[in-house]
């Protein structure tokens, strides 16, 4: 069984009065150590779970997953690669690292 990733904006685009999204400069500049939560596609089943940050490279997330989920197409750990558009959420690791661009 394998998953999509769901386009946060294009959700955000079809319904901006109930899907809010962090701001496009947030989701482009997050740092290793963050957590960004992104929506995983299987079948119709959609789960939103969080992925921690590892490396980025280029305009992509290279992050490992934080969750344990429901379905089997993923398991805790698992290496997910994502873009900006995917992100629906996020955490900072440190509000007052040096590096933090907001």
């Given amino acids: 069984m394998e998953y999509q990733l769901d ?4 959700c955000h685009a079809k ?3 109930t899907f809010e999204l962090p701001a496009e400069f947030i989701r482009k500049n997050l740092c290793v150590g963050d957590h960004a939560k992104l929506m995983f596609i ?3 089943f959609t789960e939103r779970m969080w992925v921690l940050i590892t490396s980025k490279e280029d305009s992509k997330y290279i992050g490992t997953l934080d969750n344990q989920p429901q379905f089997s197409a993923l398991k805790y750990g698992a290496i997910i690669t994502f873009e900006p558009k995917h992100i629906i959420d996020f955490l900072v690791a ?3 690292k040096e590096d933090a661009p907001f």
């Fill in 7 to 10: 386009d946060g904006e294009a």
């Fill in 15 to 17: 319904y901006p009065d």
């Fill in 42 to 44: 299987v079948d119709d």
């Fill in 94 to 96: 440190n509000k007052e």
